[in-house]
């Protein structure tokens, strides 16, 4: 997805009404090379996929980590009499 955000058209250079077509009738592997630009067999294809994947929810973690610090710090403070 990132390839058609930023270009609009898959590595091969075809529109997602196309892309939606062929991948209907291509094998998979074959799909994967020629509209991701990648070997769909390759640790590495599926490590930086799922790195992807992942930020939102790591991005998530820290904000909750974050809250939970401020309210322990609230109550720390206000059990101080600060």
């Known amino acids: ?8 058209a898959s590595a ?3 529109n997602m009404r196309e892309v939606y077509r062929e991948s209907g009738v291509l094998s998979i592997e074959v799909f ?3 509209h991701l630009g ?3 067999k390759s640790r590495d294809f599926w490590d930086t996929v799922i790195e992807e994947v992942l930020k939102p929810v790591e991005r998530c ?8 610090k401020w ?3 609230e109550a720390r ?5 600060s």
């Open 32 to 34: 994967g090379e020629r």
């Open 61 to 68: 973690r820290n904000e909750a980590n974050l809250r939970e």
């Open 77 to 81: 403070m206000h059990l101080s009499g």
């Open 1 to 8: 997805m990132a390839q058609f955000r930023k270009t609009g």
């Open 12 to 14: 091969s250079g075809q």
């Open 38 to 40: 990648a070997d769909l």
């Open 71 to 73: 309210t322990r710090a």
